[in-house]
Nanobody, 128 residues
Framework: VQLQASGGGVVQAGGSLRLSCAAS????????IGWFRQAPGKEREGVSC????????YYADSVKGRFTISRDNAKNTVYLQMNSLKPEDTAVYYC??????????????????????WGKGTEVTVSS
C-alpha cells in the first residue's frame, strides 16, 4: 500500500504546477484526500482536501482562488492544480488519504491529526 505525490519542481512566481497523488495497493476512490505542505522551519499546513466523490472540497485561505483540487477515480489519482504561484508556496507537498471526509477536513484545518495513509512528498520551489 503506497501513496505518492509527484509533479513538483522549480517555477517562477506567477507560474503553475500540477501535483498528482497516486495510490498503489488500494482504491483511492473510496478515500477523501488531503494535500498538505511543510516549508523549511515551519509547521505542516493543510492546503486542500476533497471528498471521495469529489462533491466536497476545502481550501486554506492562503491558496483559495489559486489552487484547485480534483480527482480522477478511474486513474486512481487526485490532482492539485496550482496557479499564480508565490514564493511563499515553496514547500514539500504531501497527500494523505482517509475513508472519512470529516477526518480529512479536520486534519486539513488543523483541528485533528490522523489520516490513514500518508504519502511521500514532492518538493515545490517558487522563485521570485
Amino acid at each position: 500500500v503506497q501513496l505518492q505525490a509527484s509533479g513538483g519542481g522549480v517555477v517562477q512566481a506567477g507560474g503553475s504546477l500540477r501535483l498528482s497523488c497516486a495510490a498503489s495497493g488500494f482504491t483511492l476512490e473510496r478515500y477523501a484526500i488531503g494535500w498538505f505542505r511543510q516549508a523549511p522551519g515551519k509547521e505542516r499546513e493543510g492546503v486542500s482536501c476533497i471528498s471521495s466523490s469529489g462533491g466536497n472540497t476545502y481550501y486554506a485561505d492562503s491558496v483559495k482562488g489559486r489552487f484547485t483540487i480534483s480527482r480522477d477515480n478511474a486513474k486512481n489519482t487526485v490532482y492539485l492544480q496550482m496557479n499564480s504561484l508565490k514564493p511563499e508556496d515553496t514547500a514539500v507537498y504531501y497527500c494523505a488519504a482517509d475513508p472519512s471526509y470529516g477526518l480529512a477536513l479536520a486534519t486539513t484545518t488543523g483541528k485533528l491529526y490522523g489520516m490513514h495513509y500518508w504519502g511521500k512528498g514532492t518538493e515545490v520551489t517558487v522563485s521570485s
